[in-house]
């Protein structure tokens, strides 16, 4: 079993308000991963970690931050929710290199109205 | 980022062999071929990874093709549960960037009872 967690696992918000993701991981993983996938479409990279005090943006650009202060804790905060971001948010981890498995959480799904 | 192309949907009969095709021209000689797989409602999970040889594991094969430009995922017996999005995908790094874990449209493989 995975020992990564997203919470919550839906979420549905007003406009405007600030939201905050969670994803914790047991792992001890230093790769840390966020995606954005609208039903039925492909999953986008929108931002990754290297570790402790590492973010870089993804494939895809987004209004999103996250941040990284501690090992097993990769949170995504969007500052002022809207419709245009109602999607579901994945979160993953895993080792370095080109062998290692990654792993997911369920995802959280989001929806603005 | 070397890419991959997949067929967008296969459709397969309960009990019988399944065997999805990924094409990956590019690859390089460091890439190594991953596959991974979403249930409906679900985040994606590992289902496994090979760089030239043949391998086997508890829930699938997977055929690398002697040039490395394709490969095949084989599921022996297919069952209502391996309905699902499968991801092939190349990982080339060994630590920076996001390791090649980017997703395209993978292959929906529909069960028919």
């Known amino acids: 079993e995975a020992d990564i967690y997203q919470t919550p696992r839906y979420l549905v918000i007003g406009t405007g308000k600030k939201i905050t993701l969670e994803c914790s991981q047991t792992?001890?993983?230093?790769?840390m991963y966020w995606y954005q996938q609208d039903p039925g479409m492909e999953l986008h990279l929108i931002h990754y970690?290297?570790?402790?005090?590492?973010?870089e943006k993804g494939d895809l650009s987004s209004e999103s931050t996250v941040s990284r202060i501690r090992t097993e804790h990769f949170p995504l905060t969007l500052e002022s929710a809207r419709p245009s971001h109602t999607s579901q948010y994945l979160c993953?981890?895993?080792?370095?290199?080109?062998?290692?498995?990654?792993?997911f959480g369920q995802g959280t799904r989001l929806t603005v109205v | 980022d070397a890419k991959t192309t997949q067929p967008n949907s296969m459709e397969s009969n309960e009990e019988e062999p399944v065997h999805l095709p990924c094409n990956h021209s590019?690859?390089?000689?460091?890439?190594?071929i991953h596959w991974y797989r979403q249930l409906p409602s679900q985040g994606p999970e590992y289902v496994i990874h090979?760089?030239?040889s043949n391998v086997n594991n508890r829930m699938a094969s997977l055929a690398i093709a002697e040039d490395r430009k394709s490969s095949t995922l084989i599921l022996h017996r297919a069952t209502l549960r391996d309905a699902a999005v499968y991801y092939c995908?190349?990982?080339?790094?060994?630590?920076?960037?996001?390791?090649?874990?980017?997703f395209g449209k993978g292959t929906h493989l529909i069960i028919q009872p």
């Open positions: 792992m001890g993983h230093d790769k």
């Open positions: 090979g760089l030239t």
């Open positions: 995908i190349l990982r080339g790094y060994s630590g920076g960037g996001a390791d090649g874990l980017t």
């Open positions: 590019t690859i390089s000689g460091t890439d190594y």
């Open positions: 970690s290297y570790g402790v005090n590492s973010t």
């Open positions: 993953a981890s895993s080792e370095f290199g080109r062998v290692t498995e990654a792993f």
